[in-house]
Nanobody, 126 residues
Framework: VQLQASGGGLVQTGGSLRLSCTAS????????MGWFRQAPGKEREFISAISRGGGRTTYTDAVKGRFTISRDNAKNTMYLQMNSLKPEDTAVYYCAGASVINTAPLRTQEHEYDYWGQGTLVTVSS
């Protein structure tokens, strides 16, 4: 499985962006998916995850109420709608996929993911 993240860019504080992550391969719809980000000089951190069917989601506290994760399995694509962006959201955003059974808990740790996209840069200006 290969993952391709896109949609990053420069936005002002309070603005919005939508990131996309397109998966290739026949097993893409069997992956639980997630978004991570890495700010300059910081460790990569978990942002959000979504179950294989899209019915379950989880978010880190820093983005709850501002970011929304979703997926369209017919298009093999996952999204991250980011609203009310803040300068501290500036980071390289990575999408990731994990091969798990459908009822497994959502993955929030880097080592739990098997596949990674290349990252897309989001810059929020103050």
């Amino acid at each position: 499985v290969q993952l391709q993240a896109s949609g990053g860019g420069l936005v002002q504080t309070g603005g919005s962006l939508r990131l996309s992550c397109t998966a290739s391969g026949r097993t893409a719809s069997r992956l639980t998916m997630g978004w991570f980000r890495q700010a300059p000089g910081k460790e990569r951190e978990f942002i959000s995850a979504i179950s294989r069917g899209g019915g379950r989601t989880t978010y880190t506290d820093a983005v709850k109420g501002r970011f929304t994760i979703s997926r369209d399995n017919a298009k093999n694509t996952m999204y991250l709608q980011m609203n009310s962006l803040k300068p501290e959201d500036t980071a390289v955003y990575y999408c990731a996929g994990a091969s798990v059974i459908n009822t497994a808990p959502l993955r929030t740790q880097e080592h739990e993911y098997d596949y990674w996209g290349q990252g897309t840069l989001v810059t929020v200006s103050s």
